[in-house]
Structures are given as C-alpha cells and as structure tokens.
C-alpha cells in the first residue's frame, strides 16, 4: 500500500511535467522497517514529505515520519544543476556520512536506494525511462540511509 501511493505520486509528476516543473521540490517518502515489533499497522507514514527549494531541514524528526525508524527514498524535480545533499547528522553535520545529487536534465530523478554509490568520489547515473540523469556524491557511513536526519540545498561537498 505504501508503494502504490508513493508509485501514483510519481506517476502525477512524470504524467503531467508541466506541474511537475512549477517548482523545484524534493519529495521524500520513509519506508517504516520492523512494522510488528512497532505494533502499528501498515497506514503510518503514508504522507509523502515535500521539500521546496530553499527550505533547508537541519531536523528530519520535525518532518512527517521523522521520528519512525525507516529507508528514504526520493525523488527531485527542477532542472539541469538543481542540488540537493542529505546528511547522517542533524544540523547539517557530515560525521555520519552525506549524499549530494545534482541533476544533470530537467527530467525527475527517482532513488529508491539512497546507498547504491561508490563512497568519496563522484559517480553517474545517465537518463532512462524512469529517472533523469545525476551526478552524485557518497561519504559512505554505516546505516546511511536510516540515519538522513538533515537536508540542505546546494553542493556542500569539500
């Protein structure tokens, strides 16, 4: 059920571009892990978290789901060059790893897998029927991603 929301979301964004590109937003949706020893049902964390360019988040836990245990993934609209890093620490902090993405078209670029890189170098991703193209950053960290607790936009790799 969770997948089928998050699946139509994207579907309402590639299926109808010209809202899609109305304004640069990253759109996170957690997957909730260890649903039976949370004794909840599986209807928690059915809201997708938007993320409008310019709105940094230093505390994920103030956003939908943030306190929940769970995986990100994400998607990201805008055109070539917009960027988007999360971070393994709340205020922007890097000791516990960080993902930087800058999409290379005006596509929207779809991650179910916020772990699939090569850590401390840059690595893309080309265009397919799906997901734009990126570039992306990886400082890996052990559980990284169940530990994004702050997002920034822009490039803060150094």
Known sequence: MKISTFIIALSFLIGFPSLASAKNELVMQ???????????????????????????????????????????????????????????KFGFKKGNGFLTIKKKDDKNLWLLDLTA???????TSKANENSGAFEAFYNAS???DQSVYSVKWGNHVQ
Not at 62 to 69: A, F, L, M, R, T
Not at 70 to 84: F, Q, W
Not at 117 to 123: H, N
Request: a negative charge; proline letters at 6%; aromatic letters at 12%.
């Open 30 to 88: 957690k997957e909730v892990l260890n649903w039976a020893s949370m004794g909840i049902g599986d209807n928690v964390c059915m809201e997708l978290i938007f993320i409008e360019e310019g709105r940094d988040v230093p505390d994920m836990r103030k956003e939908q789901c943030g306190s929940i245990d769970g995986k990100y993934s994400v998607t990201l609209s805008g055109p070539a060059g917009t960027t988007v890093t999360f971070f393994g």
């Open 117 to 123: 890189f090569p850590s401390g170098q840059w690595s």
């Open 142 to 144: 052990p559980i990284f």
